[in-house]
């Protein structure tokens, strides 16, 4: 069965820093994969989607990698602010299984 | 204008008892789901529905059943609840299915007692 894997610790960084969140998979190679953040009591919000066949996908000071081979995504967030703190979540798109499948998200603590 | 509504946002109930959530999107998509989020934040999907079909019903005990009137509701109904049954439950609509971003409902809070 797939699995998706993200850091399950907080990362806590200092304003103005770049954020790195890590998010792996096992198994199948998926067709698309999201990024969504998630605030205490509220929904998952989409950020960005990057595709199979994309390397990179960048937004604002949002930045999103896709490595096949390395069967792994990362997710960059540039000169990050406070009002970044939250859970950040990937997810998966499997060719053939048509779900979501999400991972268990990070907490990013950004501090002033 | 919230774009996915769901009512309640909170709801305490005691075990053996039905209930149902509510859940209206107004952004005229095709493809509505229901995920459940645990306790460890895990948000797992439940169901989908692509213009009141039902797409994914995923191994989830039958006293759950979703109902979708119309392409712009689904509702999910629960019978007999169990402790286990405790979770945030968040709907989602998506414009063409899974391969299109998801937009969440705020959620509701479901505890069983």
């Known amino acids: 069965s797939q699995k998706i894997e993200q850091n399950s610790e907080a990362l806590n960084i200092q304003e103005g820093k770049t954020a790195t969140l890590t998010c792996n998979y096992t198994?199948?190679?998926?067709?698309?994969l999201q990024w969504y953040r998630q605030d205490p009591g509220r929904g998952p919000v989409f950020l960005l989607l990057?595709?199979?066949?994309?390397k990179e996908k960048r937004k604002e000071r949002l930045k999103v990698t896709f490595d096949t081979t390395l069967k792994q995504s990362l997710f960059h967030i540039t000169a990050s602010q406070p009002a970044d703190s939250a859970t950040y979540l990937c997810?998966?798109?499997?060719?053939?299984?048509?779900?979501?499948?999400f991972g268990t998200g990070t907490r990013l603590l950004v501090s002033p | 204008d919230t774009a996915v509504s769901q009512t309640p946002k909170y709801l305490v109930t005691q075990m053996g008892n039905d209930k149902s959530i509510k859940c209206e999107q107004n952004l005229g998509h095709d493809t509505m789901y229901w995920y459940k989020q645990d306790s460890k934040k895990f948000l797992k999907i439940m169901f989908s529905?692509?213009?009141?079909?039902?797409?994914i019903n995923e191994t989830v005990p039958n006293r759950f059943s979703p109902k979708s009137p119309d392409k712009a509701h689904l509702n999910l109904h629960i019978n007999s609840l169990e402790l286990g049954d405790s979770a945030v439950y968040f709907c989602?609509?998506?414009?063409?299915?899974?391969?299109?971003?998801?937009?969440f409902g705020s959620g509701t809070q479901l505890s069983v007692l």
């Open positions: 989602a609509s998506s414009q063409e299915g899974i391969n299109e971003k998801l937009f």
């Open positions: 990057i595709r199979e066949n994309e």
């Open positions: 198994n199948y190679s998926p067709a698309y």
């Open positions: 529905y692509n213009n009141k079909e039902l797409i």
């Open positions: 997810a998966l798109v499997y060719v053939g299984f048509q779900k979501l499948v």
